[in-house]
């Protein structure tokens, strides 16, 4: 079973950066960051390959902002995020695939989710 805890959200002002952690444990194929906005829906932000092979795929929303990355070392996923905008404020959720990696920033590929961080960028 894969557990999944992020942590690193907090408050900051239009054009700073933060780093988002997410600690994992247990065996998974691929991951990917989703954002949810107040009262919107889950949407994927960014996927990498589990392994760390293959190209990160990002949502046209945040290319040449955010990039993920992964430590296997420390079995932690990062979300560095930079010049952030309000509209990137809401809830950032660490999510995994546990099979057949699918690159996709679908929430119904996704099998395990974590807790989730709350990121406020204020204008």
């Known amino acids: 079973q894969v557990q999944l805890v992020e942590s690193g959200g907090g408050t900051v002002q239009a054009g700073d950066s933060l780093r988002l952690s997410c600690v994992a444990s247990?065996?998974?194929?691929?991951m990917g960051w989703f954002h949810q906005a107040p009262e919107k829906g889950r949407e994927g932000v960014a996927w990498?390959?589990?392994?760390?092979?293959?190209?990160?795929y990002y949502a046209d929303s945040v290319k040449g902002r955010f990039t993920i990355s992964l430590d296997n070392d420390k079995n932690t996923l990062y979300l560095q995020m930079k010049d952030l905008k309000p509209e990137d404020t809401g809830m950032y959720y660490c999510?995994?695939?546990?099979?057949?990696?699918?690159?996709?920033?679908?929430?119904?590929?996704?099998?395990?989710w974590g807790q989730g961080t709350q990121v406020t960028v204020s204008s």
């Open positions: 999510a995994a695939q546990v099979s057949r990696c699918i690159m996709s920033l679908r929430a119904e590929r996704y099998n395990s």
């Open positions: 990498v390959s589990a392994s760390g092979g293959g190209t990160p």
């Open positions: 247990g065996s998974r194929t691929c």
